[in-house]
């Protein structure tokens, strides 16, 4: 059984800058795949971007060249640099290890303000 835990979200000004962090237990994280995710009001959550094992990436376009993720397997911990943030980008962000069924954290709330 895997167990992550987020944190990070807050309330940011458009235009600025937030940090999450996916802490991982339970399992090897070094070989596992990460991801994170997001989910609007009212609206289906979404891909984010991933990060495999060796360290290649994948963004939405939508987020791409805004936001960064990368992990540290000293810390069994993932993470999402998010840059130039926009209102849009509000919503509830997931982490998700993509071992067996997959598994997700609780979520962590991230507010952009116009």
């Known amino acids: 059984q895997v167990q992550l835990v987020e944190s990070g979200g807050g309330l940011v000004q458009a235009g600025g800058s937030l940090r999450l962090s996916c802490a991982a237990s339970?399992?090897?994280?070094?070989?596992?795949?990460m991801g994170w995710y997001r989910q609007a009001p009212g609206q289906q959550r979404e891909f984010v971007a991933t990060?495999?094992?060796?360290?290649?990436?994948n963004y939405a376009d939508s987020v791409k060249s805004r936001f960064t993720i990368s992990r540290d397997n000293t810390k069994n911990t993932v993470y999402l640099q998010m840059n130039s943030l926009k209102p849009e980008d509000t919503a509830v962000y997931y982490c998700?290890?993509?071992?067996?069924?997959?598994?997700w954290g609780q979520g962590t709330q991230v507010t952009v303000s116009s």
């Open positions: 990060i495999n094992s060796r360290a290649f990436t």
């Open positions: 339970g399992a090897d994280f070094s070989t596992m795949g």
């Open positions: 998700r290890a993509c071992l067996g069924p997959g598994y």
